[in-house]
């Protein structure tokens, strides 16, 4: 069993940055994705980014010019690097991961594995 821990959340005020991290407790397989999604209150949980293991990304429209997906695969962690954050992007962020992934996805059902969330509070 796979679990994934993130860390990273935080409160800040609009305009600042916030790096997320998602850390795998072990390999996960030698064809993975990880996914960042998040959950505002009253809303639906939305996919932000998505990273294959061989370094493709995949990133919302919506936070495209400010969000962005990287990973550590020694590490097996994936980071989301969130800059210029708007109170808006208030949410608890989740990742999670797939197994095996060929194909880029944000479809929640298709994860597994999923973290408990860490919690980014965007004040204006």
């Known amino acids: 069993q796979v679990q994934l821990v993130e860390s990273g959340g935080g409160s800040v005020q609009a305009g600042g940055s916030l790096r997320l991290s998602c850390a795998a407790s072990?390999?996960?397989?030698?064809?993975?994705?990880m996914g960042w999604f998040r959950q505002a209150p009253g809303k639906e949980r939305e996919g932000i980014a998505v990273?294959?293991?061989?370094?493709?990304?995949g990133v919302a429209n919506s936070v495209k010019a400010r969000f962005t997906i990287s990973q550590d695969n020694a590490k097996f962690t994936a980071y989301l690097q969130m800059n210029n954050l708007k109170p808006e992007d208030s949410a608890m962020y989740y990742c999670?991961?797939?197994?095996?992934?060929?194909?880029?996805?944000?479809?929640?059902?298709?994860?597994?594995?999923w973290g408990q969330g860490t919690q980014v509070t965007v004040s204006s």
């Open positions: 072990r390999y996960i397989a030698s064809s993975y994705c």
């Open positions: 999670a991961a797939v197994v095996p992934c060929w194909t880029l996805t944000l479809t929640m059902s298709a994860y597994e594995y």
């Open positions: 990273i294959a293991n061989d370094g493709r990304t």
